[in-house]
């Protein structure tokens, strides 16, 4: 049993390494993910020249491929010398997650180059740590990655999809790869901008414009606001003889714009001819 | 395009969207109070003539009757002529009266020796505010970054040679005034926003009695400004005349208001109030101060925590 647990960390710290090699060369971190200010308050001379070297692409790439070489190692070989860097890497990885998470959480670990952008905090210590018990369990273990794998026991997968299991719940890099991978949502209607000529080219081609069209006196609008997801458009029209104002609704969302139309009596008609005064209905100067 | 009117948008968004989106209901919520803006006729122990949009208002002084003129003032700071804000408690009864009380907020453009030139936004223009020595160390706990570039917020008293700042509004935002962090573009917008609500102007000021809101759209004849910042919340965007129901959350009063000026200046301010626990970030909106009053805001405080309830089309199947 013991001997079984000891080749699952074999096997796991090789699949870790070369996931941990794919993603640095894979995943590009994000420029703005490391930021100048926390708050405000610049960051340190000396910091923000360390964090920029551990960002480089050059540092992430040659630690993706020593980490690279370190888990194929792990499946070829049962040295210990290998088994010794690997154990030896993960207590510096442990030291340098542990120091982050003190002087820049904010940064992000890199530890899965660009997926690993989120706030460095107890979990990537802690996961990190457990790499490190996993070296230390691994260094007596007789066979190698390959070995295992030809031959995989029950205990050996049991234990493996455990570790898997705790590793993914001390992981904040799932979720930055379920939101890559996610279809980028289209901007809410009620905040995106929405050119006139988008509004305009929407109405032409609307029912609502054709069942109306005839009706319009002027081509130029009343007035045009906006409101959450809905642009107005109000135009003077003479309806059954008499003078109205057709009001159009246009979406102003990304895709399935729709277009809504009603139509009312103009302040004229309603106040017998001469607008009404009414209280708080100052014009509106617009800036 | 003629001058649009909010009564005449509203009657014509009624024409398409027969329901309206109701406030969420709040059974803490009070109404606003009474607030008036004039210019003092005449004062006495126990009675305040103002002039007030063309007519006289008569208001009851009594012993409770608090008097700010750039802190803690008396009768003798009634004089005629002299801009004032009074907040009334019931019956025509002054409750609070804020004498020649402005307030200057925006993008500091220079510093002297004791003044400060502030580029206010595209609709207030510039001022420049003396800083006495008295109040220059408060400033400068709640504003260390004095320098072009960064943000300014001060309440001030209006004197001959121009605003003179008195206190800090509110802390000063840690970034500068062009280097806002936007939220994500598709970010959703809640249903009533949260964050800080400040007062905008002066005690003579014009501006209608409403809000500026930080997100009016800037096509057609909506008012908004095409280089405004989008706000450090997902605001949706409305026009001039929109209404916004306003919430102050540390007095429990509760108001709609109409939108009357774009808040571009407030969308530059990522800031919190903490005058009842610390808000969300956010200047959400800014109101006049008669406005800011009624809702029960102390305009020397500079702002109360909010929560601001757009009131949009509902969409129902026709």
């Given at each position: 049993?013991?001997?079984?647990?000891?080749?699952?960390?074999?096997?796991?710290?090789?699949?870790?390494?070369?996931?941990?090699?794919?993603?640095?060369?894979?995943?590009?971190?994000?420029?703005?993910?490391?930021?100048?200010?926390?708050?405000?308050?610049?960051?340190?001379?000396?910091?923000?020249?360390?964090?920029?070297?551990?960002?480089?692409?050059?540092?992430?790439?040659?630690?993706?491929?020593?980490?690279?070489?370190?888990?194929?190692?792990?499946?070829?070989?049962?040295?210990?010398?290998?088994?010794?860097?690997?154990?030896?890497?993960?207590?510096?990885?442990?030291?340098?997650?542990?120091?982050?998470?003190?002087?820049?959480?904010?940064?992000?670990?890199?530890?899965?180059?660009?997926?690993?952008?989120?706030?460095?905090?107890?979990?990537?210590?802690?996961?990190?740590?457990?790499?490190?018990?996993?070296?230390?369990?691994?260094?007596?273990?007789?066979?190698?990655?390959?070995?295992?794998?030809?031959?995989?026991?029950?205990?050996?997968?049991?234990?493996?999809?455990?570790?898997?299991?705790?590793?993914?719940?001390?992981?904040?890099?799932?979720?930055?790869?379920?939101?890559?991978?996610?279809?980028?949502?289209?901007?809410?209607?009620?905040?995106?901008?929405?050119?006139m000529a988008?509004t305009y080219a929407t109405l032409y081609e609307s029912e609502a414009w054709a069942a109306h069209e005839n009706a319009i006196a002027s081509a130029v609008p009343l007035d045009v606001w906006r409101e959450?997801?809905w642009r107005f458009v109000a135009f003077a029209a003479r309806v059954d003889g008499r003078d109205a104002e057709i009001v159009f609704a246009v979406?102003?969302?990304?895709?399935?714009?729709?277009v809504r139309a009603g139509s009312v009596q103009p302040d004229s008609v309603r106040?017998?001819?001469?607008?009404?005064?009414?209280?708080?209905?100052?014009?509106?100067?617009?800036? | 395009m003629p001058s649009p009117s909010?009564?005449a948008r509203r009657r014509r968004r009624a024409a398409v969207f027969?329901?309206?989106?109701?406030?969420?209901?709040?059974?803490?919520?009070?109404?606003?109070?009474?607030?008036?803006?004039?210019?003092?006729?005449?004062?006495?122990?126990?009675?305040?003539?103002?002039?007030?949009?063309?007519?006289?208002?008569?208001?009851?002084?009594?012993?409770?009757?608090?008097?700010?003129?750039?802190?803690?003032?008396?009768?003798?700071?009634?004089?005629?002529?002299?801009?004032?804000?009074?907040?009334?408690?019931?019956?025509?009864?002054?409750?609070?009266?804020?004498?020649?009380?402005?307030?200057?907020?925006?993008?500091?453009?220079?510093?002297?020796?004791?003044?400060?030139?502030?580029?206010?936004?595209?609709?207030?223009?510039?001022?420049?505010?003396?800083?006495?020595?008295?109040?220059?160390?408060?400033?400068?706990?709640?504003?260390?970054?004095?320098?072009?570039?960064?943000?300014?917020?001060?309440?001030?008293?209006?004197?001959?040679?121009?605003?003179?700042?008195?206190?800090?509004?509110?802390?000063?935002?840690?970034?500068?005034?062009?280097?806002?962090?936007?939220?994500?573009?598709?970010?959703?917008?809640?249903?009533?926003?949260?964050?800080?609500?400040?007062?905008?102007?002066?005690?003579?000021?014009?501006?209608?009695?409403?809000?500026?809101?930080?997100?009016?759209?800037?096509e057609g004849a909506a008012?908004?400004?095409?280089?405004?910042?989008?706000?450090?919340?997902?605001?949706?965007?409305?026009s001039?005349?929109?209404?916004?129901?306003?919430?102050?959350?540390?007095?429990?009063?509760?108001?709609?208001?109409?939108?009357?000026?774009?808040?571009?200046?407030?969308?530059?301010?990522?800031?919190?109030?903490?005058?009842?626990?610390?808000?969300?970030?956010?200047?959400?909106?800014?109101?006049?101060?008669?406005?800011?009053?009624?809702?029960?805001?102390?305009?020397?405080?500079?702002?109360?925590?909010?929560?601001?309830?757009?009131?949009?089309?509902?969409?129902?199947?026709?």
């Open positions: 049993m013991v001997t079984a647990f000891q080749n699952t960390q074999v096997l796991l710290l090789a699949a870790v390494l070369l996931a941990a090699c794919a993603a640095k060369l894979t995943v590009r971190e994000r420029a703005a993910d490391a930021p100048d200010h926390v708050h405000g308050v610049p960051v340190p001379a000396g910091l923000a020249r360390l964090t920029a070297v551990r960002r480089s692409r050059g540092m992430t790439v040659g630690l993706g491929l020593g980490e690279g070489v370190l888990g194929l190692a792990l499946l070829m070989t049962s040295h210990l010398s290998v088994r010794l860097a690997t154990t030896v890497a993960f207590a510096a990885a442990t030291w340098v997650v542990g120091e982050l998470r003190v002087h820049r959480p904010d940064a992000g670990c890199g530890c899965f180059g660009g997926l690993s952008g989120k706030r460095v905090g107890r979990r990537s210590v802690l996961r990190a740590l457990l790499f490190t018990a996993a070296g230390v369990a691994s260094l007596s273990a007789p066979l190698t990655g390959v070995d295992v794998l030809r031959d995989v026991q029950v205990q050996v997968g049991l234990v493996f999809a455990v570790e898997v299991a705790l590793l993914a719940a001390l992981s904040p890099e799932l979720a930055e790869l379920l939101e890559r991978r996610r279809m980028p949502a289209d901007p809410p209607c009620e905040r995106r901008r929405s050119p988008e959450g997801c979406s102003t969302a990304e895709r399935d714009r729709t106040a017998g001819g001469v607008r009404a005064a009414i209280p708080g209905d100052a014009a509106l100067d617009p800036c | 909010r009564e027969e329901a309206s989106s109701a406030s969420p209901s709040r059974a803490e919520a009070r109404p606003p109070l009474r607030a008036v803006s004039g210019m003092v006729l005449d004062a006495s122990p126990h009675l305040l003539v103002l002039a007030a949009g063309g007519t006289e208002v008569r208001l009851v002084m009594t012993g409770d009757t608090r008097v700010w003129h750039g802190g803690r003032g008396g009768l003798a700071a009634l004089r005629p002529g002299r801009p004032v804000i009074v907040r009334r408690s019931g019956r025509g009864v002054a409750e609070r009266v804020w004498v020649g009380i402005a307030r200057v907020s925006g993008t500091v453009l220079a510093c002297g020796r004791d003044t400060v030139e502030v580029d206010m936004g595209p609709h207030r223009g510039r001022a420049r505010v003396v800083i006495p020595p008295h109040a220059l160390g408060p400033v400068l706990v709640r504003h260390p970054r004095l320098e072009p570039g960064y943000l300014i917020d001060v309440i001030c008293v209006e004197s001959p040679d121009g605003p003179r700042a008195v206190r800090p509004g509110t802390s000063q935002p840690g970034y500068r005034a062009d280097d806002l962090a936007a939220p994500e573009a598709t970010a959703p917008v809640p249903g009533v926003l949260h964050g800080t609500a400040t007062w905008f102007g002066d005690a003579g000021g014009e501006a209608p009695d409403g809000a500026a809101y930080p997100a009016v759209d800037s008012g908004g400004c095409a280089d405004a910042p989008s706000g450090c919340v997902p605001f949706p965007y409305l001039l005349g929109s209404e916004i129901t306003v919430h102050n959350e540390c007095g429990g009063r509760t108001a709609a208001v109409p939108v009357v000026e774009c808040g571009c200046l407030a969308a530059r301010f990522c800031d919190r109030c903490v005058e009842c626990g610390a808000s969300p970030r956010g200047r959400i909106v800014e109101l006049t101060p008669v406005a800011f009053a009624a809702l029960g805001g102390d305009l020397e405080a500079g702002c109360f925590n909010a929560s601001v309830h757009a009131d949009l089309p509902v969409e129902e199947p026709w």
